[in-house]
């Protein structure tokens, strides 16, 4: 069903806008109206200016826009498109701020790459997590040092406010906004229209400068491939080591460089997301889905899942499943 569609029957449509501003990188701009404009028309992506006029770009072209900052204030979730770092400042500019200021206290509010500089110097960042593009961490932390960066991940999730890594992790976290909003099929879905995968493993360490391997060196992703089948099963390190025929620590390290998580975290991870898309897709009991998933126990399967999002199986499900129907 399309946006209007759904507007016309007087379904609840969320509205999506993106703010542009001087030294956008357009490919990052376009990320939230080609995500969530994939979403069966549960979105309304709308783009604006803190003055309504023409951006200019950090490629050789000026980009229009639909909107002044006004449209801000009508936002259920606004997004920050990156700026070229000769762009950043110190200092907000007064347009910026007032722009900002317009937004409601209940939007959420998403940074991508550089704009969690432009959300820490207007003090939307004070007493939180977040992150930005790696080869900027350095900056960030002698500019902010008040502020919990993580440079290792692919977007932090604080609640009202996420911000992510560089360029494409703007993609992983307007996924997980769809995936949050109305659960993993449709982000599934959206993610295959768009032909990007659907959740990324690890975090922006994969991604950090490292000594080129030497040539020939082994990779861990056939037993990343192998392990993915056989998630209900008791997997340990030694059983991971021997399917790549490496010694404990070679494939440690091997295994952390390439995904940017221990073997044992990326296990629990892909074992939540099986957990996840089987309370929604199943009417399976929560003792029954972890046994599939490789979760000794229900209860150690509610407490992980309350680590990693905040609520427990049954209320994810009663969230989740009924969205999915």
């Given amino acids: 069903m399309t946006h209007a569609e759904r507007v016309e029957r007087g379904e609840q449509v969320e509205r999506v806008v993106v703010l542009a501003l001087d030294g956008v990188y357009p490919f990052e701009l376009g990320i939230p109206s080609r995500i969530f404009g994939a979403a069966d028309g549960r979105y309304e992506v ?16 000026t980009i229009g826009v639909g909107h002044g900052p006004e449209i801000l204030a009508t936002a259920d979730t606004v997004v920050i498109a990156p700026v070229a770092p000769s762009h950043m400042t110190t200092d907000l500019p007064d347009e910026v701020a ?4 317009l937004i409601r206290p209940d939007a959420r509010i998403v940074s991508i790459c550089t704009a969690a500089f432009v959300l820490a110097a207007a003090g939307l960042l ?3 997590r977040a992150t930005t593009h790696w080869q900027l961490a350095d900056r960030f932390r002698c500019r902010y040092p008040h502020i919990a960066l993580d440079p290792d991940v692919l977007f932090v999730d604080d609640g009202r406010i996420l911000t992510s890594a560089g360029a494409a992790s703007g993609v992983d976290v307007c996924l997980h906004l769809v995936r949050q909003d109305h ?3 449709l982000a599934n879905t959206v993610a295959r229209r768009c ?7 690890g975090g922006q360490a994969q991604y950090i400068d490292h000594p080129v391997p030497e040539q020939g060196a082994a990779s861990t992703a056939a037993t990343r491939a192998w392990a993915l089948e056989r998630l209900g099963d008791p997997l340990t390190l030694a059983d991971l080591a021997g399917h790549a025929r490496m010694s404990l620590r070679t494939f ?72 999915a129907r």
């Fill in 46 to 61: 709308l783009t604006c200016s803190v003055d309504g006029r023409p951006v200019r770009s950090n490629a050789d072209f």
């Fill in 98 to 101: 007032a722009a900002l200021a």
């Fill in 126 to 128: 004070d007493g939180r």
């Fill in 183 to 185: 659960g993993s099929e």
């Fill in 195 to 201: 032909v990007v995968p659907p959740f990324r493993d």
């Fill in 252 to 323: 440690a390290r091997h295994f952390n460089e390439e995904v940017g998580l221990s073997p044992g975290r990326w296990l629990i991870q892909q074992r939540l997301s099986r957990a996840r898309h089987l309370l929604e897709a199943t009417d399976l009991s929560v003792d029954q889905i972890a046994g599939q998933v490789g979760f000794a126990t229900g209860a150690s399967l509610r407490q992980h899942l309350h680590a990693s999002i905040g609520v427990s199986p049954q209320a994810y499900r009663r969230t989740f499943q009924t969205a």
